[in-house]
């Protein structure tokens, strides 16, 4: 997904000379293309994200569309009050982007966990949270966070991420049905997308077939997609590697509440709570019950119980 | 404008800035009044500004950092024509275009809202580097607080102007030795913010900051080296002799008896009459 980042970039950069990227000191070999093609448009401000913000900040101000660039949980936490003071209240188009969010650094400690990015900027008004679930939705994305009139957060993956196939475009603030089903809906978010295609092919065998939606834009949430998807079945599921608090499934939740939608909604994803242990990505996802096994265990269940049949 | 008419100038503001802190029944009068020589030296001296087309291109951007001390601002922005002096009357009121922080969203002439310390400098730099970027020759000045200073993001932003050699960058610390609960110098220890930002690679001056004309005559050397963002440390003073040096006057608002004492010591009048 890194790679399809930086696809993305070059070619904004090359279409729109207000583009300009700036870096808390990460990306090692990562940009040196950009860098060579690119120049001044390229900034690395150092081990510093509060002055990451704000020259970001400063930049849109000046008419630039800057993007700003670092580990996820150092982009969002860290300078929170840069984002919401300097670029989120003035409402200024610049784009965030959070490097490895949830748990993509697992190994690395609860210093680099970001499970909360998300939720953090979620509450920031105004922002645009966007999570790519595979490259080319990655490539899709971000330059249509260019045409947003105010600041954006993108969640970016490692490198190497599968990609999947879909016929809905990729539109930002539109769900994407990935998989055709029946009787209730697995929603993941972003980057779960490909352990929830994982369980669903697991499923298949067993005749049990959910409908699976991509939720690639977290806020604003496609409120139009999850009221086509009440008519059509009873139970959602909600999978993502984020916070309970202020992600897709409280997006989900409040959208039912707000249109009293009688769906029932269950969440997959890890708790609030600090997540130790040095466990890796995977081991994470199963200790906390959000893996295609749960997934597909989840689904299983549902079908048991009769929450499949048709409304 | 000569140092006579400077000084002249500044007592207007001083007298406004009274009269506002009463009518708009705010406090953080000594932040605005220590401010208000060095606002002056900016708004009728440093500063290329276009009233009428605030927006102007070329313009030179400023940002007072140290948002609490508006009523100077907004005092200066009214006599120089950037809007009509009975907008003053408005200062603090709701839905007021000059709420007690400015917001770019009540005056969108600012180039930046202020209230929350530690920001303005980062801004500046990046919009410079983004000017540079556009070919501009235009400058920027950023007023900021002794007690700002505390914040780390000043001394981030400070590496960042020095290390992309912002020299149209021009910081005029207010060094009224006064911050929100003591003595600037108590606080954090010996504040040597000159020294601290030659350290960060800038070029800076300690300067009478009760005198726009030394302010003035300072300002006009910068860039101070070339390559260099450069720094004023403004050793700055109410103007008032009985609030001089109190800190009480970051909070307290004046009694009808202290603003004619302190306007009868000043000899000047408000730059607006009362509604």
Known sequence: ???????????????????????????????????????????????????????????????????????????????????????GYPRLPVILVGAGGGYCYSTSGVSHHAPDDVALMSLVPGMTVVVPGDPNEMRGLLPQLLKVDGPSYVRIGKFGEPAYESADPIVLGRARRLRDGEGLAVLSAGEMAPAVLDAADRLAAENVRPLVYQFHTIKPVDAEALDALARQVRTLVVVEEASPLGGLYAAVLAWRNEKGRDVDVIRLGPPDAFALGNLRRETLRQEYRFGPEAVADVCREAARRGGLRQR | MDAALLKQKAREIRATCLQMSYDGQEGHLSSALTAVDVLVALYYG???????????????????????????????????????????????????????????????????????????????????????????????????????????????????????????L???????????????????????????????????????????????AAM???????????????????????????????????????????LAELGARPIYEKA
């Open chain 2, 170 to 216: 021009l910081a005029v610390v207010d060094y009224n030795g006064i911050q929100a609960v003591g003595r600037s110098d108590d606080i954090m220890g010996h504040t040597s913010l000159e020294e601290k930002f030659r350290a960060f690679g800038w070029a800076a001056a300690t300067v009478d900051g009760s005198d726009p004309g030394a302010l003035l």
């Open chain 2, 46 to 168: 440093w500063l290329r500004v276009f009233p009428d087309q605030p927006r102007h291109p070329q313009r030179d951007r400023f940002i007072l950092s140290k948002g609490h001390g508006c009523t100077a601002l907004y005092a200066v922005l009214a006599d120089r024509g950037f809007f009509p002096r009975g907008l003053l009357r408005e200062y603090n009121r709701e839905r007021s275009a000059l709420p007690n922080h400015p917001c770019i969203h009540a005056l969108p002439l600012l180039e930046f809202s202020a209230g929350s310390l530690g920001h303005g400098l980062g801004i500046a730099a990046g919009m410079l580097y983004g000017l540079r970027l556009k070919g501009s020759a235009s400058r920027a000045a950023v007023v900021l607080g002794d007690g700002e200073c505390n914040e780390g993001s000043v001394w981030e932003a400070a590496m960042f102007a020095a290390a992309h050699r912002l020299d149209r």
């Open chain 1, 1 to 87: 997904m890194r790679r399809a980042f930086v696809d993305a970039l070059m070619q904004m950069a090359e279409r729109d000379p207000r583009v300009v990227f700036l870096t808390g000191d990460l990306g090692y070999g990562v940009f040196d293309a950009y860098i060579a093609r690119f120049g001044p448009r390229y900034v690395n401000v150092g081990v510093a994200e509060a002055q990451l913000v704000s020259a970001a900040a400063g930049l849109a101000l000046e008419g630039f569309r800057p993007l700003a660039y670092s580990i996820a949980s150092f982009m969002t936490g860290r300078p929170l009050e840069q984002i919401r003071f300097c670029v």
């Open chain 2, 220 to 262: 006009e050397r910068a860039p101070f080296e070339p390559g260099r963002p450069s720094a004023i440390v403004a050793r700055t003073r109410m103007g008032v002799s009985f609030m001089e040096g109190d800190v009480l006057w970051h909070y307290r608002k004046p009694s009808r008896e202290e603003l004619q004492r302190a």
